[in-house]
């Protein structure tokens, strides 16, 4: 049954892979050969159909891996910028077409693509079901392809559950968990495990199908199984492992995903800390390989991680580089990031904004009623409500915060005429303070794996105040407040200014 | 996500309520099924996990399981009720906290006039919640507040729950004890520490 899926995904293999060297495109771009059927099949593109087939027969990774991220990326902007490729027939006609991938090696982004596409598809066409008025006739097509799910013979496709165990099934049968398991624990990663999962084609689609479930539930709102996914615990974020090395849209989509899910629940040092990781690897990333095919989408990934880690820093505040600090600031506007930070109380708009900016796509599993068709509500709006109700209880917080840090010692009462609240209310605020900030934070999250026996992304202790630069208790009336400021070693900072400026 | 499940799921959550376990992940599957399937989507059983989230605090369970409703189902009355619970539970507003359960109880049209039936720990369960915030809030406070907020109505009982937390009370004050890691103290790194050969340059430079 798992050979017909992978069929499917093959047909899809020979639309996407194209590529050329750039000696044919330049030589060929004014011979255009125009045959009868073959419409815009010209002589540059059909070279390289043969090249890259060749390639492919041979099990030429490297080859097959360059041109599919280079020139692919030329060729498509050069001839097919607004049209579509041609159809698969004819690029078909060209390649014998050849069935029965299993014999053969992928280079590894372009497994990654496979599985981003496949649950990207699936949120458009999701999106497509809730949105639009839709004429009679596709209303008609829509009901009857979904009520196939009734006959036994096949299952329509978009269905939900098919998405969630194609995905599923790719991890089972990669058997993905017993090499991830044991490279953390820094055994042979090689031992064991099926014939399938020898084949580096089945271990890198399983890896990156467990990323894809993590992003398809978070997708449907369930953080809490995004970070459970099965041993999506033994996915490690940091350089040392082997299998993400490569692909570096794919953990940058890791972190995202993963710091989002721990957002959403309110772990804003962890979340702060991957994000912190994502926005590293980016940056080393730009910094040695040229622009690859990935390059706008990571742009706009990064974009989104800068969002996210403001509204992070706002609500939790910590300290962070310096040079991420800036630039964060400008990206959001320094305005608007004065404001978040001193929560006055039409902040929440600002936080809405960059929430919906920086969000992920959310969809249903909800079909819609095809006989009466209306819009459905988008579920976007909703994650978006419960989570300003989540800020509105931080922001209170602001400005209480902004006067215990001016004091050692402070009366409850004063404090109370201070924020313009009785005391009464001041101590509920405060109880609250204290709540909002025992921060469950996952220890040593960025340098260890998270193995099965630490409990895996989930899991992690209660750390009291020590990311946090403040911690106070009452005694009866009095509040008692202490600082740990990380004081910084000015003294060493002007001797070295110093030495520079002589 | 079989929509067999759900009757088993349902199961689970009625024996987490009347043993007192608690497990995140089949409470929550509960909603997610009912998310996926909402025509088999049954109102009390909703109710019953946002309650078994309550007492999960300080972990926001709570939260999570909002995000697997909707739009639709976050209207309900029954929702809102236990939304507002939440919200006061989580602003610290513990006296109000216990008022509303009151009202909450003895209103008839609400799931929660059986809440001792059907989950008996409930109120233990969040007074330990409370306690903790209690205990790293507080280093001394006073015994009538301290009854208001954990909902204590006699001095006997509030005696027990002092033993309990190894609490003193002292007169009308009670005393919790700070474990010594947390007693202030002042951080203080080597700020002004200027290394020798630094020193060294910069004299030479002055000389020059």
Redesign the interface.
Known sequence: MSGEHLDDVDIELNVYGEGDDSEFVDDAAESYIETSDNAFLNEPVKNFIHYFYKNFQEKNVWGLSGLYMQTFHKITERFFKTSHWPDVKLIAKEVNNEQGVFQYELPNQWLYDIIDEFIYQYQSFQQYLRNKKKSKEELELLKKNFSKISSNDSRPCWDVNYVLSTLNEVVTISNINEPLTAGNENQDSNLGGSEYSQKSFYRMLGYFSLIGLLRLHSLFGDYDLALKVDTLENVQLTKKHPFSKLVVISRVSTCYYVGFSYLMMNRFSDAIEVFLNSLSVISNSKFHNKPGPHTDAITKMQEKIYFLLAICVSLSPQRIEESVHTVMREKVGIDVFIKMQRGVEDTLNDFGELFQKSSPRFISPVLPNFDNFSPLPNPGDYQLKIFLSQVKQHTKMSVVRSYLKLYTTLDLTKLAEYVDSSPSDLRTLLLSFKHKTINQKKVGLIDNAPTKASGGFFDGEYNNSLNNELDFFIDKDMIFINEFKQKKNSADWFVRHIVKFQ | ?NINYIADFEKKVDLMLSSNTYD??SA??LL?LY??Y?EKLNLKYIEKVLILTLTAL????F??A??????DL?KKEEVQRLINLQ?LL?????VEFWKELKISKSNSSSNLKNLDKFYPKFNDSVKEFIAK??N???????KELLKSILNLSDDISLSAFLRNHGWNLNNH?VNIP?PTA?Q????N???????FN??K??IE?SRS
């Open positions: 996500m995140r992940r929550l599957h997610k998310q996926f909402p300080p972990q926001n369970d939260t999570l909002l995000y697997l409703l909707n739009e976050h919200l989580e602003t610290g507003n513990f915030i209690v790293i809030t507080f280093e001394n406070v006073e004050t700070r947390t202030l103290k002042v951080l790194n080597a700020e002004g520490v200027v290394q630094q020193l340059k910069i430079y």
